[in-house]
């Protein structure tokens, strides 16, 4: 239930709607005045350059004043650089994503397929590594956050110098499509020792974890959620990459458990059926559950199992850690909630307070905190006076709107009622108001039910949420009570 008071002192609550015109289309208009296509080219230029759209641009540069220098900088001095925090960048990193994500997956299964023969076959990889190759351009041409000065850099030849010291060589060499080889000059016995430079692929577990980050920043999704995501991506991408590995040690190995090759090598189907195996059997080291069916007898497949093994072991730590922390998150509040009611509980004792009071007193607690302790007032004094406005409106506008005596006011008014209202928790049997007594509010019911009695003590009416009463305070000085009010139920 609420009610409002008269007090003085409050600021109007506006909404900022803005007639000049946009600086950033202006700044592109300024620099982009004549030539070809130019609309074309200044809705293009507009997604180079930073935006506020993208999250990491408000996260590090903050004000529109900064983003607008930022914009400006960028257009005088390096006109033809991506900048990071663009909505192309954004778009290009989402893409990427999903490369990576299928190349992660597609590269240790085409090892084990060296037997492919036709361009058609090959043609997926090579369309991967072609779009890696624009990604290694893309490279070149984008500006970075520096991590140790916090500042842009948007000067070609220190983003080429960076991308040379870092990522430059494992992108090429991974990028090297040996499918064109293999196919030109039928190397298909060298086929499995040419693709072991696309392993370096595996590098970009790093970039794809980065960049799902980044969306989740865009996407402002949960990030326990994003946490049990990505482990599970990892798993997933595990046991692909053990058990393609498995497959090809255990084939060179000849163990029993793989289907016999003929002369001219393994099938399609036997090697799906050995890449089920290891699966199975991968799955069993990661799981700690056993070492498969079968027993290998070669040196290298056993320590490819003891590598699993740990790998379960880590697997295991990391998900248990992200278990606990993710059940003490959402059990924290109901612990300290449960150690308030304890507190209270051992008070009433001490007080030998009847047991009727202490289940009321345990009752107003479920039902103010439901069953989850938190510090209201502490919270709202940590905010503006412009957020605690917007709360409380939020909070109490719907019953002000469905008020008869509110209707057709001005919103700056209703937001002024808002601000002054409170909110007060009254128990079944609680007396609201008394019959004759000074009258100096009114009163919103939220949720639950009150009787109302008129000064003879004979029960009038019931109301339940959405009503009100009390309205006759507002406009009459000295006003008296002509009716009592109890509180019935704390919930309809």
Known sequence: MYTFHDSKGLKKSLEHDCQLPNRHKNLLVQFIDSGYFVDFRRKFRSYVICSENNPRSKIFLKSSATIYLEIQNHLQLHYYMIHPFSMMRVMW???MMVVFFILLVYIPIDVCFTAKTSLYERLPRITLDFVCIIDIMMSFITGYQDDTTKKIIMDPKSVAIRYLKTWFAVDVISSINTDIFILLFNLKEQGFWLKIPSFLKVFHVTTLIKYLERFR???????????????????????IWSSCTLYVIAVYAEEDWIPEKGSS?????????????CIIRVVMNFLLLSHGFS????????????ILISIGWIFKLGATAQIIQIVMKYSSLNDKYYQMVQQFQ????????????????????????QRNYYKENEILASLSNQLKQEIIVHTCGKLLNNTVIFRDIPQPFLIRVSYLMKMEIYLPNDVVVIAGSEAHAMYFILTGMVAVYDKFGKEVCHLADGSYFGEMS???????RNASVVSIDTKE
């Open 474 to 480: 507002l406009f009459l000085s000295e006003e008296k």
């Open 295 to 306: 027993k290998s007898k070669s040196l290298q497949v056993l320590i490819m199992e003891v």
């Open 217 to 239: 920043e865009w996407k402002e999704t949960s990030l326990y959620r994003f946490k049990l995501m990505k482990m599970a991506l990892l798993f997933t991408l595990s046991v």
């Open 93 to 95: 990193e989402m893409f």
């Open 346 to 369: 051992e008070y009433m004792k001490s007080k030998n307070l009847p047991e009727t009071v202490q289940k009321r007193v345990l009752a107003y607690f479920e039902f103010r905190f």
């Open 265 to 277: 090598g393994p099938t399609l189907q036997e090697i799906w059926k050995g890449l089920r195996s």
